[in-house]
């Protein structure tokens, strides 16, 4: 079992920037390769980026390519996602999900209970 816990967020203006981080319980958190998703009012959640168990690969949703970076820092079994430039529209509540490095297809093992992210134009 591993869990999860989101923190970082709040509200903030249209161009600046935050940082949400996401510990884990896991002793194995190298393991799992880590995700951030998003969930607005009346939307469906949507993929946001994620991150090798090593770190050494990233893919970004289109949205926020070039605006956002994840990294992660196994030794304190903690990733995190830097928000820069954001916009009204990056309004949602964040979530951090653990995908067990093995699984097959795109489905999350684990995910956080979410961190709220407003932005005000």
């Known amino acids: 079992q591993v869990q999860l816990v989101e923190s970082g967020g709040g509200l903030v203006q249209a161009g600046g920037s935050l940082r949400l981080s996401c510990a884990a319980s896991s002793r194995t958190f190298s393991n799992y390769n880590m995700g951030w998703f998003r969930q607005a009012p009346g939307k469906e959640r949507e993929f946001v980026g994620v991150i090798s168990r090593g770190g050494g690969s990233r893919n970004y949703a289109d949205s926020v390519k070039g605006r956002f970076t994840i990294s992660r820092d196994n030794a304190k079994n903690t990733v995190y996602l830097q928000m820069n430039t954001l916009k009204p529209e990056d309004t949602a509540v964040y979530y951090c999900?653990?995908?067990?490095?093995?699984?097959?297809?795109?489905?999350?093992?684990?995910w956080g209970q979410g961190t709220q992210v407003t932005v005000s134009s």
């Open positions: 999900a653990a995908q067990y490095y093995l699984r097959v297809g795109n489905e999350y093992d684990y």
